[in-house]
């Protein structure tokens, strides 16, 4: 029988959604746990956060990955939240490895509220957290939260082994100078520009940034309208800026002739479509009343509009 792949994106605590969500495509309790007879479900990360049910999203998954039912990535939230959440070793400068600065309280505040009175549970779910797969790649496409780097990856496995992190990585991993830094921005958090002369710009969230989120494969990009790849608009006097060549070359292009890749991480909106014949983001805003999306994989090369599925968050959900 052929293995089937649903491919889910950013879930950010919608649980009742998500359950809406695996019962369209099919699945069903056995036991408790959500399966389907023929198919297996991949979650692309950011399962905490933002919603109004993180403890039921984190359930459903972790049980549906145990019973080998589901695959899930970590995401940039699910690592910002251990990170936060882990104490820094003697003669550093902070008590804990993710500053405990408003910003970074105000993203997982919802998080440790909804687990407060689960403290054990959530001390279990960080250790899972931590160990998550970074990227999957099987024969005929590949899964990452933000960003396909195929170098980077290479360099991790000959690095590290395998595509995972381990708890004693953890250190290594805020130090900026180290490859482990740049491997774990790139693949969860993807590429970037930085504004040109110190400007930076409001994001719809109400957070000042000083970078803009860019594609990952433009086709010789010439000015930042081209390779822009966020919700929030770039300032208008900076849209047609062109690219100079040092910016070009931090750019990277996932080639039209590699296998479909399939990430979440980027607030889409809109109803669902390929980016690229062979590129699909799957996270379109599901927290901020959008959608909760899949993409039902088989085997084909080129992805197509009709395979696509979602369902729009209500504000029951909240």
């Known amino acids: ?13 919608c649980g009742e959604t998500l359950i809406q969500l695996l019962k369209q495509m099919g699945y069903s309790k056995v036991n408790g746990v959500y ?10 990360g950011d399962l905490v956060d933002r919603g109004p049910n993180i403890r039921l999203a984190c ?8 019973a080998g039912n589901a695959e899930v990535l970590m995401g940039n939230h699910e690592y910002n939240v251990v990170m936060y959440c882990t104490e820094a070793p003697a003669g550093m400068r902070q008590p804990y490895l993710r500053p405990h600065t408003k910003r970074n309280a105000r993203i997982i505040e919802q998080t440790l509220d ?31 939260h933000a960003c396909w780097d195929q170098a980077m990856i290479d360099e991790f496995i000959a690095r590290y082994g395998g595509n995972q992190l381990q708890k004693e990585m953890l ?18 958090r993807g590429t970037q520009l930085k ?25 010789d990009p010439q000015r930042y309208d081209d390779v822009i790849f966020q919700p929030d608009p770039l300032p208008v006097d900076l849209q047609f800026h062109p690219l100079s060549d ?6 990277l292009h996932y080639q039209a002739d590699e296998r479909p890749l399939f990430f979440g991480h980027y607030w ?6 390929p980016v690229t014949p062979n590129i699909a983001c799957l996270d379109y805003s599901a927290v901020k009343y959008g959608r909760l999306v899949a993409y039902r994989m088989d085997t084909e090369a080129h992805l197509q509009r009709n395979k696509f599925t979602w369902v729009r968050v209500e504000k029951q959900e909240r």
Do not use: C
């Open 59 to 66: 359930n459903i998954v972790r049980e549906m990955v145990e």
């Open 35 to 44: 399966q389907h007879r023929h198919r297996k479900a991949i979650f692309v």
């Open 246 to 251: 040092h910016e070009k070359k931090q750019l």
């Open 114 to 144: 909804q687990f407060a009175n689960h403290p054990h549970e959530f001390n279990d779910f960080l250790q899972w957290f931590t160990e998550l797969p970074l990227f999957l790649e099987y024969d005929h496409f590949r899964v990452v």
């Open 195 to 219: 504004l040109p002369d110190g400007r930076s710009m409001t994001a719809k969230d109400g957070f000042v940034r000083q970078f803009f989120r860019t594609k990952f494969w433009a086709d």
């Open 171 to 188: 250190v290594e991993s805020v130090n900026t100078d180290t490859f482990l830094f740049k491997f774990l921005d790139r693949t969860l």
């Open 1 to 13: 029988m052929h293995q089937g792949y649903d491919l889910i994106g950013d879930v950010h605590g």
């Open 268 to 273: 889409m909106a809109g109803i669902p479509a």
